[in-house]
């Protein structure tokens, strides 16, 4: 029973993404979707998404996707560092919380079958 | 203006991509206290369409349906990128990658990913069977059981120094170049 209940309560924070305590309504998410429309044109423009390059990263025969992904993670980290020493807020003035990635089997398991099929289709879930 | 169109419309360089990627995580951030990730979404959709009596999919989905708003952005701004920015060009390969998919038939270099292996014809041809359905099981289950993509392990995780997300990022790119040099060759020679 307690077991169940940990596993509940495990499962629960790992769903979280949204740290916010303020409910927002469907026109106040619009601007995630502003955000996503960006993302979107940046994953077709530079061929995050084409299959040939995520053949060429396997085969080391191009630089490209490690380029795209080393520096996507060097300014990611550099921003959370920064919002994390100087507690900078959101803009509704909130604390900025993320969540944590606890480490599970699936890791490993799950990490290396996303792998195989990221590189049969080329493509991420997306 | 001219000269812009074709600049947007050519590949974009891998630090411009890599930096607007990066800036998502503190521009979500900062907007509503979320925290990038991606794939959730597959089990928010399960969760909203068969809830059924599956405690994976016990959860309040619709504190995150901000996540389904921002993959819909995304879907559209793909759109947009592939019928509004298109790359009028062929799209630049490694010669000899290009070299070997040529001997295996495959000669479609138009497009983000071969006609030959990925069109609603090749499904019904066991390579492209095996490419699209089993692949995409693969990665559908794959990134669920991991708990997260490239996205919210290899940059999200990694950039709050995560290291579970260092495993599973060791694990995708392990995944990755097993299956490219070792039993992809002999899945491309399927008919």
């Not at chain 1, 990263?57 to 380029?67: A, D, I, T, W």
């Not at chain 2, 947009?80 to 070299?99: G, K």
């Not at chain 2, 997300?165 to 002999?186: D, E, K, R, W, Y």
Request: hydrophobic share 50%; net charge positive; with cysteine.
């Amino acid at each position: 029973m307690s077991l169940i209940e940990q596993k509940n309560i495990s499962t629960e924070k790992i769903a979280t993404h949204n740290n916010a305590t303020v409910k927002e309504n469907n026109f106040h998410l619009l601007k995630y979707s502003i955000v996503g429309i960006v993302f979107g044109i940046v994953f077709v423009k530079a061929e995050i998404i084409s299959w040939f390059r995520i053949q060429e990263m396997f085969k080391l025969q191009s630089f490209h996707m490690y380029g795209v992904i080393g520096t996507a993670v060097v300014v990611a980290a550099l921003s959370v560092a920064l919002i994390k020493k100087f507690k900078i807020k959101t803009i509704g003035g909130e604390a900025v919380v993320i969540t944590n990635k606890p480490f599970t089997k699936g890791n490993i398991y799950g990490g290396l079958m996303f792998g195989l099929g990221w590189a049969m289709t080329g493509a991420c879930p997306h | 203006m001219q000269h812009l169109v074709s600049i947007i419309s050519a590949p974009w360089p891998w630090y411009i991509a890599g930096a607007l990627i990066g800036l998502t995580v503190p521009t979500l951030l900062l907007i509503g206290n979320k925290t990038f990730g991606i794939s959730s979404n597959l089990r928010h959709l399960c969760a909203a369409c068969f809830p059924s009596n599956i405690s994976f999919f016990k959860y309040d989905w619709k504190k995150e349906a901000w996540n389904l708003f921002f993959v819909g952005g995304i879907i559209v701004g793909a759109f947009m990128a592939t019928y509004l920015l298109a790359n009028p060009q062929p799209i630049i390969i490694h010669p000899s990658l290009q070299a070997d998919l040529t001997q295996l038939g495959i000669t479609d270099f138009n497009h983000l990913l071969p006609n030959e292996l990925f069109s609603f014809k090749a499904l019904f041809t066991l390579r492209g069977f095996i490419l699209m359905v089993v692949g995409g099981f693969l990665v559908g289950f794959g990134t669920r059981y991991a708990n997260g993509c490239t996205s919210g392990h290899s940059i999200m995780g990694l950039s709050n120094l995560q290291w579970p997300s260092l495993v599973a990022t060791i694990c995708f790119m392990l995944g990755g170049f097993i299956m490219t040099n070792f039993i992809l060759p002999f899945i491309l020679q399927l008919k």
